[in-house]
């Protein structure tokens, strides 16, 4: 009897374990089903958007829900200027943060971008060196970053998380930011590339500049805004002279070649504002946000000489290109968008008739 009740006992603690075990099991179970759950929710809402400003504010709006953060903020890197730049930020106090700006390798999400790996900081207050900026004074609590990578790997930006409990992220917290910035990471690539499409289709084939129907959309746009509030800009209206003569001699081979270049020209002697179209075959047009018109002819003579100084093709006999440019302002001359842009012509052809080569900013009426 003694030896069948220690029998019992025996198999009762083995039942026990065997409970806690799939106790255990059956927990981490619903984690990785709530994991999976949340997973699905980011995938989803991030989907919803190819815009990149809407997609950092939804970025935003998921980590702090679905992370239980209130301190985070994303950089991403400029491939141009190997430089990470805040792009969305929740939380911060401090706003130097807002406005930080790292080298690769250079403060904590510098060097998470450079080894590709998280760095986690239990106690900030502990770290030696500084988190964003050289004057930053010790932070209190945890810190997790977390690189955000392209699909092949290459890095794109950082997610950088605080606690202010100084213990740190959990295991299972640092997996599921690490997956949540996979998922952020391809949204974001999936947005640029859709930006990048989108660029192309405004763009002109031959001089990469921006086509006429482009130019027309953020014409009306310019007009509806400096109606709205009380703004005025200029209008420039430009012609090649002469230009089929020019083909006709040296080819349209050449032809293309010296757009382009005028192309380049254009690009380089305005204004990041400002929008440079190729509004047919040989014409362009510039519209000038902010500017008034005796500013704008000042920019249409700046245009005028840079395009008559070009270098062309070796052994050309035409000469240089030269232009004649019309202008016309809002709202002083007029404040609709056709009424504009027909008085930027009459400018343009009362400029040719006195001889071409001029900026002319008054019409033959």
């Known amino acids: 009897m003694a030896e069948t009740l220690k029998e019992l006992k025996k198999k009762c603690a083995s039942l026990e374990r065997e409970c806690r075990k799939l106790s255990e099991a059956n927990h981490r179970l619903n984690e990785r089903v709530l994991e999976l759950y949340t997973l699905y929710n980011v995938s989803k809402t991030l989907s919803l958007s190819l815009q990149l400003d809407e997609l950092f504010d939804i970025s935003m709006k998921i980590i702090g829900e679905t992370l239980n953060v ?202 990041k504002v400002d929008i440079v179209a190729r509004y047919g075959g040989e014409e362009f047009v510039v519209i000038l946000p902010e500017t008034d018109k005796e500013s704008a002819a000042k920019v249409a003579e700046k245009l005028r000489q840079a395009i008559e100084e070009l270098k062309l093709g070796s052994g050309s006999t035409h000469g240089p290109l030269t232009t004649t440019i019309g202008i016309s302002g809002f709202p002083l001359d007029a404040t609709d968008a056709l009424e504009l842009l027909e008085i930027a012509d009459k400018a343009l052809y009362y400029g040719k008739a006195r001889g071409r080569n001029q900026v002319c900013a008054r019409t033959l009426d």
């Open 70 to 271: 209130t301190d985070y903020n994303l950089m991403l890197l400029d491939d141009t200027t190997q430089h990470l730049y805040i792009q969305a930020v929740h939380g911060h106090a401090d706003e130097r943060i807002r406005k930080a700006i790292l080298s690769v390798g250079e403060g904590v999400p510098g060097k998470v971008l450079k080894k590709g790996e998280i760095i986690q900081i239990k106690d900030m207050k502990r770290h030696k060196g500084f988190l964003y900026f050289s004057e930053e004074k010790p932070k209190k609590g945890s810190y997790l970053g977390i690189p955000l990578k392209r699909p092949n790997g290459s890095p794109i930006g950082v997610l950088n998380a605080h606690k202010s409990d100084p213990t740190g992220f959990s295991g299972e917290e640092a997996r599921l930011f690490e997956a949540v910035a996979e998922h952020v990471a391809i949204a974001i690539e999936n947005a640029r590339a859709y930006q990048r499409t989108k660029e192309l289709s405004h763009r002109d084939d031959l001089t990469g500049l921006y086509n006429r129907r482009y130019f027309f959309d953020r014409f009306e746009k310019e007009v509806e805004r400096a109606k709205r509030y009380s703004r005025l800009f200029s209008l420039i209206l430009m012609d090649l002279d002469h230009f089929k003569i020019y083909n006709d001699t040296h080819g349209h081979l050449a032809g293309d070649a010296a757009l382009q270049s005028i192309g380049n020209v254009l690009s380089q002697n305005v204004r």
